[in-house]
């Protein structure tokens, strides 16, 4: 059974100020809090979204603290809506091609890589699919950069994870570390 896992979300920094505790996905987080400061993550992995409705930018946090919007690699303290990434046991596998439809050069993960370009020449992945897990897109290399969910299925073009361009600099499985 998958388990979710529980989110708190402060109104201010360093865990002050009104809070709001969830453990479901939410759509609209601002009749709650007017602003996310800070948030602790209890248990699970979820992703934050800049906008209402699971949109904007994308922000992956697993068990831990962030006492800012710097810790979780935001560049605002708008947090609008969050979705629970079920607990994934076993094994992590995706396939990355090089052009959109899964054509093209392709490659498999089961493992994080840090610096794509050491393993993938083709410099850009134009679709994907999550065959175990999910996983995070990372814009640049090291985990820089804005990321991008993929969760079970498939990815015909770069714009079905919500990018704006094929470019992902590294990949890492999303686990409740």
């Not at 601002?30 to 993550?41: E, T």
């Not at 699970?44 to 994308?58: K, S, T």
């Not at 991008?148 to 770069?158: D, N, S």
Request: glycine letters at 10%; proline letters at 5%.
């Amino acid at each position: 059974m998958e388990q979710v896992g529980k989110i708190i979300f402060y109104q201010d920094q360093n865990f002050q100020g009104d809070y709001y505790e969830c453990s479901s996905d939410c759509p609209e987080l601002s009749s709650h809090l007017s602003r996310c400061g800070s948030v602790r993550v209890k248990s699970g992995a979820w992703v934050l979204f800049e906008r209402p409705n699971y949109l904007g930018g994308q922000y992956v946090l697993t068990s831990g603290e962030y006492p800012d919007y710097h810790h979780w690699k935001g560049s605002t303290d708008s947090v609008r809506s969050c979705h629970a990434i079920p607990n994934f046991s076993g094994t992590f596998r995706i396939r990355v091609y090089e052009k959109p439809d899964f054509s093209g050069q392709m490659l498999e993960c089961t493992q994080d890589v840090k610096q794509l370009s050491d393993v993938w020449s083709p410099g850009a992945i134009h679709s994907a699919q999550v065959q175990d897990g999910a996983w995070i897109f990372y814009e640049l290399p090291d985990y820089r950069g804005r990321q991008y969910l993929l969760e079970r299925g498939q990815y015909r073009r770069f714009g079905e994870w919500a990018a704006m361009e094929p470019t992902v600099g590294s990949l890492r499985r999303v686990r409740d570390i």
